[in-house]
C-alpha cells in the first residue's frame, strides 16, 4: 500500500497550499469595540410599522426610541420619549414628548413626528403589515376600511397640540394603552421617512443609540454608535455588524472559531454539546413566547360540548416535562398558563392557572376523551410546517405521548405542510381538519397581547375563529378597568374562560438563547429575545 | 458552423418558453404568496387583498404569466416581496456562484483531468487503486457531510480558514467551498477520464505515434488525451449548470450568498418573482452551457463538422 500514502501526502500538500490562500483571503469584520452578530434577512422593508418579526425588529431596537421603553430586564414600560401620559377617562390621552431629542440627522423629534408616523402606519396605501397595532384609535375605520377604499387619509382620533404635545382618541376604553407604545410600530419618523422615502429605506434614520453607516440588502449590515445620542441608554460599545446567516449552525460553527462574536439563535442540535463548547458563554432565558395547538372551530365537529372535553384530555395526555426535557434541553420549560412567565405574577403571569388540565395524567386524559365521544372524525392529524424550526421532532413526540396515553398507536399522526407560506394559506382558507401548531411571540409585556389578539371575537390572530361572549365581555372590562390590579385580574378571569372551554393547549414556554465568545461581557436578551445590544461591552 | 449555431439558438426559444412556463406553474401550485409574505400573523383581509392587486396576483394565471414574459423581455424581472427589484438580487448573487462554479469546475479540470489521466495510463498501478478507492469514497459521501466535516477540521479545530465565507466572497475564500461543491464530480471526471485513457491506450493512432518516434509527453498531450476528452467535456458542460443551481447546500454550510441562497429563501418565502427569474436565468445558462459543449466538440475531434 505504498500508493495510497503517496497519494495522501501529494493531496495534503496540494491542500495545504490552497488553505493558504484561504486565509490570506478573509478578514474581520469587528475592529476595536465593535461586534458582530447573526442576522437574517427581514421579510419586509424596514419600516416601524411594517416590521413584525425578530430580525428587522432587532435593527428598529437599535436605531429607534419610541414613547416607551420595555426594561430588559423586568419586562415593564418606562418612560423613554414621553415625558407624561394622562387621561381622565382611559379613552382620550394627552401626550407629552421630552424637550431635547433629536434624529441622528439633527431633526428634533416633535409630536408631529410620532402622528405623522402613526398616520403612516394605519393607512391602507401603505401595506403595513402592523397597521392593526393602530385600529384602537378613533377613525381607523376610515383610513383601514376591511374592505374597499379608504376615504380618510389621517386617523381622526389623533390631533397635534402643540410643538411637543398631542392627543390620542380611541374609539373604546383601554387604561393599558400607554403601556403599549414601547412596540416599535410607534415609533416616531423623521421628515426624510416622507420626503425622500426610497433614499430612507436604503438607510434608515431613527432616534436610537445607534446609527446606520452601511446597509447592503441580503448580507450586512453595519451600525455604528451615535455619539450624540441624548437618551439615557447610550450604546456601550463602539458599534454592532449584523451578518446574515442562512444557516444558524454556520453562525454557530464561526462562533466557536471565533469568526462571530454573538449567535442569538443555538441550534436544538447544538444544545447537548453548547455548555462545554462555550465554556459558561450561553445564556437560556424566558422570552415571551408561548407554544400552543389551536383548534378549528369553523369545523362543526371541533364545537361541540363533547369536543371540549376532549380538547382537555389531549391536554392531559401530553407529557411536557418529557418533551422538553428530551427533545428541547430545557430551552422551553412546561405551560401551566395561557401567558408568559416574562410578564412576573403583577403583569398576569399565573403559574399553575391552568391546574389539573395541564397536568400528565393518561387516565384522567382516557376517562374525558371517552366521556366526549371520542376524537372527532376518529384520528387526530397536527398539522405543522416542515420547513422551518424543528416541529416535526415534538409533534411527532406530542403524538406519541398522546398515543401512549390513549392506548393507541394509531390515534395522532402529524400532518406537515411543506412551507410556511402554504401553512399559512391553509390556515387562513380555515382548511384545518384538527389541532394545529400555533406560536405567539408578544408585541408587549401585557396580559392582554396574550388574550385578545388570540381569542377575542374575530381577533387578528384568531386562527380558529374561537368566539365566546363571556371571554369578549371580561376583555372589555379588563380593557375599560383603569386600576392596573384590578385589570389584571378580570383579564385572568377572561383567561380562566379560556382555561375551562380548553380553546388552545398551552404546549411550553419557549426560551431564547444566545452564545458568544470571550471577546463579549454583559449580553443579555430583553423579553422579546432580542440582545440588548447597547449594554454589551467589547474587549 | 453559423447556420448550425443560428439553428440551435432558435430551438432554445421553445424550450425557455416551456421551462419558465413549468417553473410558473409548480410555483403558483404552492399556494398563495400572500400568506407567506405575511408570516406567522395573518395580514388583515384589506391589506392581502391591496397586496394581491400590487402584485398583479389577483389576475387569472395565464395572464400573470403573459406580464411576466412581457416583463422579463424588457429586462424587468419582477421586485421581490421585500421591495428589492429581482434583477438586484441577481446582480448580488450571480457574480457570487459564477465564481464558486469557476472555482469547482477549475478543480474538476486540472485535479479530476489530472488524477484520470495518471491512472489510466497506469491501470491496476497501486496509485490507481488508491484513487479508485478514493474516489468511490467521495462519490459515496453526501455533500453536506464532507462540507460540515472539511468546515469543522479546518476552520475550527485547526483554524486554517474562517468557516463562512463573507459577504465580499472572494476567490480565496471560495477554494474551499469549491473543492467541497465539486467533489462528486471531481471523483467521475477522474474515473471517466481514466476508462477513455485507458481505452484509446491501445488504439491504433496511438500506436502509430509512438512508432513515428514522437515523444511520450507530446503522444499523451496531443493525441491520446485530446481524443479521450470529448465524453469528460460533454461531463463537465453540463454540470456547469448543474453546479450554479445545485449549489445550495453548499453556499447553506459556508454561509454564501448566491444563487443558491436566494432561491432557497426564495422557495421559502414563496416569492415567486425570485424563484421564476432565477430559475429563468438558470435554464438559460444550462442551454448555452450545452451549446458549448457542441461546439467543442468540433475543435477537440475535427472530423465532426456541424452545417
Redesign the interface.
Known amino acids: 500500500?505504498?500508493?495510497?500514502t503517496?497519494?495522501?501526502r501529494a493531496a495534503c500538500a496540494?491542500g495545504a497550499a490552497?488553505?493558504m490562500?484561504?486565509?490570506?483571503?478573509?478578514?474581520g469584520?469587528g475592529g476595536a469595540g465593535v461586534l458582530t452578530s447573526s442576522w437574517g434577512?427581514?421579510?419586509?422593508?424596514l419600516e416601524p410599522a411594517d416590521t413584525?418579526?425578530v430580525q428587522g425588529g432587532k435593527v428598529l431596537d437599535m436605531i429607534f426610541r419610541g414613547l416607551k421603553k420595555y426594561d430588559p430586564r423586568t419586562g415593564r414600560a418606562v418612560n423613554m420619549l414621553a415625558e407624561r401620559i394622562s387621561t381622565p377617562d382611559s379613552r382620550t390621552f394627552t401626550v407629552t414628548v421630552k424637550d431635547g431629542w433629536r434624529f441622528s440627522n439633527g431633526e428634533p423629534v416633535t409630536a408631529r413626528s410620532f402622528v405623522d408616523a402613526w398616520n403612516y402606519g394605519a393607512s391602507?396605501?401603505n401595506?403595513?403589515?402592523n397597521?392593526?397595532f393602530f385600529g384602537y384609535i378613533d377613525g381607523y375605520d376610515k383610513v383601514?376600511?376591511?374592505?374597499?377604499r379608504q376615504s380618510a387619509d389621517t386617523l381622526s382620533g389623533l390631533r397635534v397640540t402643540g410643538p411637543r404635545t398631542f392627543t390620542v382618541r380611541l374609539d373604546q376604553k383601554f387604561a393599558g394603552f400607554p403601556d403599549t407604545l414601547g412596540y416599535a410600530a410607534y415609533a416616531p419618523l423623521p421628515r426624510a421617512f416622507f420626503t425622500d422615502h426610497a433614499g430612507w429605506?436604503r438607510k434608515p434614520i431613527g432616534n436610537g443609540p445607534y446609527q446606520i453607516a452601511s446597509y447592503?440588502?441580503?448580507?450586512?449590515m453595519t451600525l455604528k454608535k451615535w455619539n450624540g445620542y441624548p437618551g439615557p441608554d447610550p450604546a456601550r460599545n463602539e458599534g454592532v455588524t449584523l451578518?446574515?446567516?442562512?444557516?444558524s449552525n454556520?453562525?454557530y460553527?464561526?462562533v466557536?472559531?471565533g469568526?462571530?462574536d454573538l449567535v442569538d439563535d443555538v441550534p436544538a442540535t447544538q444544545l447537548k454539546n453548547v455548555r462545554t463548547d462555550l465554556d459558561g458563554r450561553y445564556i437560556n432565558t424566558p422570552a415571551g413566547i408561548l407554544q400552543t395547538l389551536a383548534f378549528p372551530y369553523y369545523d362543526p365537529k371541533w364545537n361541540t360540548e363533547g369536543a371540549r372535553k376532549v380538547r382537555t384530555g389531549l391536554s392531559m395526555a401530553i407529557d411536557r416535562a418529557q418533551i422538553t426535557e428530551t427533545i428541547f434541553r430545557r430551552t422551553r420549560t412546561p405551560a401551566t398558563d395561557w401567558t408568559s412567565p416574562v410578564l412576573g405574577t403583577a403583569g398576569g403571569f399565573q403559574a399553575g392557572l391552568c391546574g389539573h388540565a395541564c397536568d400528565y395524567d393518561p387516565a384522567g386524559a382516557r376517562r374525558l376523551i371517552r366521556e366526549g365521544g371520542g376524537i372527532p372524525g376518529g384520528r387526530l392529524k397536527i398539522t405543522y410546517n416542515a420547513?422551518?424550526g424543528s416541529h416535526k421532532q415534538w409533534v411527532d413526540a406530542v403524538c406519541n405521548s398522546i398515543n401512549n396515553a390513549l392506548g393507541n398507536d394509531k390515534a395522532c399522526v402529524g400532518n406537515p405542510v411543506?412551507?410556511?407560506?402554504?401553512f399559512?394559506?391553509?390556515?387562513?382558507?380555515h382548511r384545518m381538519s384538527g389541532p394545529f401548531r400555533a406560536?405567539w411571540?408578544m408585541d408587549y409585556p401585557l396580559i392582554q397581547n396574550f388574550l385578545q389578539p388570540l381569542y377575542y371575537t374575530d381577533a387578528?390572530?384568531n386562527?380558529g375563529k374561537w368566539s365566546n361572549k363571556r371571554f369578549d365581555r371580561l376583555v372589555d372590562q379588563a380593557n375599560a378597568e383603569t386600576d392596573r390590579a384590578a385589570s389584571v385580574r378580570l383579564f385572568q378571569e377572561a383567561e380562566k374562560v379560556v382555561r375551562d372551554n380548553m380553546a388552545a393547549i398551552p404546549l411550553w414556554y419557549q426560551n431564547g438563547s444566545a452564545g458568544y465568545t470571550a471577546r463579549l461581557s454583559h449580553v443579555a436578551l430583553n423579553p422579546f429575545s432580542v440582545p440588548v445590544y447597547n449594554e454589551i461591552k467589547v474587549g | 458552423m453559423g447556420r448550425y449555431v443560428a439553428r440551435r439558438l432558435l430551438q432554445m426559444v421553445p424550450v425557455f418558453i416551456g421551462a419558465t412556463l413549468l417553473i410558473f406553474l409548480m410555483v403558483n401550485v404552492?399556494?398563495?404568496?400572500i400568506?407567506?409574505?405575511?408570516?406567522?400573523?395573518?395580514?388583515?383581509?384589506?391589506?392581502a387583498?391591496?397586496?394581491k392587486r400590487?402584485f398583479g396576483l389577483d389576475q387569472p394565471l395565464w395572464r400573470q404569466y403573459v406580464t411576466y414574459m412581457g416583463n422579463v423581455f424588457t429586462g424587468n424581472f419582477g421586485t421581490a416581496?421585500?421591495?428589492?427589484p429581482v434583477t438586484?438580487?441577481m446582480a448580488?448573487a450571480f457574480p457570487v456562484t459564477v465564481r464558486l462554479t469557476v472555482v469547482a469546475i477549475l478543480f474538476e479540470i486540472v485535479?479530476g483531468i489530472a488524477l484520470g489521466v495518471v491512472t489510466g495510463l497506469r491501470r491496476g498501478?497501486?496509485?490507481?487503486?488508491?484513487?479508485l478507492?478514493?474516489t468511490l469514497v467521495v462519490i459515496s459521501v453526501p455533500t453536506f457531510v464532507t462540507g460540515l466535516l472539511l468546515?469543522?477540521l479546518?476552520?475550527?479545530s485547526w483554524?486554517?480558514?474562517?468557516?463562512?465565507v463573507?459577504?465580499a466572497a472572494?476567490?480565496?475564500?471560495l477554494?474551499?467551498p469549491g473543492?467541497v461543491l465539486a467533489s462528486v464530480s471531481l471523483a467521475y471526471v477522474t474515473r471517466l477520464t481514466r476508462t477513455t485513457i485507458a481505452e484509446n491506450k491501445r488504439a491504433d493512432y496511438v500506436r502509430t505515434a509512438t512508432a513515428k518516434g514522437l515523444p511520450r509527453r507530446r503522444v499523451i498531450t496531443r493525441h491520446l488525451l485530446r481524443n479521450s476528452l470529448i465524453p469528460v467535456v460533454t461531463f463537465i458542460g453540463t454540470d456547469i449548470g448543474a453546479l450554479m443551481g445545485g449549489a445550495i447546500v453548499t453556499?447553506?454550510?459556508?454561509?454564501i450568498?448566491g444563487v443558491g441562497?436566494?432561491l432557497?429563501?426564495g422557495?421559502?418565502?414563496?416569492n415567486t418573482q425570485t424563484v421564476v427569474g432565477f430559475v429563468t436565468v438558470l435554464v438559460l445558462v444550462f442551454l448555452l452551457a450545452n451549446l458549448l459543449v457542441d461546439l467543442l466538440y468540433a475543435v477537440l475531434d475535427p472530423r465532426i463538422r456541424y452545417a
Not at chain 1, 1 to 4: L, V
Not at chain 1, 21 to 27: L, M, N, T
Not at chain 2, 81 to 84: C, D, L, S, V
Open positions: 500500500m505504498r500508493g495510497p503517496r497519494a495522501g496540494i490552497l488553505m490562500a484561504g486565509c490570506g483571503g478573509g478578514g469584520f434577512d427581514p421579510q419586509n422593508p413584525n418579526e391602507l396605501r401595506n403595513q403589515r397597521a392593526y383601514h376600511p376591511g374592505s374597499g429605506l447592503s440588502k441580503g448580507s450586512a451578518l446574515v446567516y442562512t444557516d454556520t453562525a460553527t464561526d466557536l472559531a469568526n462571530l420547513d422551518t411543506g412551507t410556511f407560506a402554504d399559512r394559506n391553509q390556515i387562513g382558507q406560536g411571540q387578528s390572530s386562527d | 404552492m399556494g398563495d404568496p400568506a407567506g409574505l405575511c408570516g406567522e400573523r395573518a395580514c388583515d383581509p384589506a391589506t387583498a391591496q397586496l400590487e416581496f421585500n421591495g428589492q438586484e438580487l448580488a485535479v498501478h497501486p496509485v490507481d487503486t488508491g484513487v478507492l478514493a468546515q469543522l479546518l476552520g475550527v483554524g486554517w480558514i474562517r468557516p463562512s463573507s459577504p472572494g476567490f480565496g475564500e477554494i474551499v473543492l453556499e447553506r454550510i459556508f454561509n450568498h441562497y436566494q432557497y429563501q422557495i421559502l418565502r414563496q
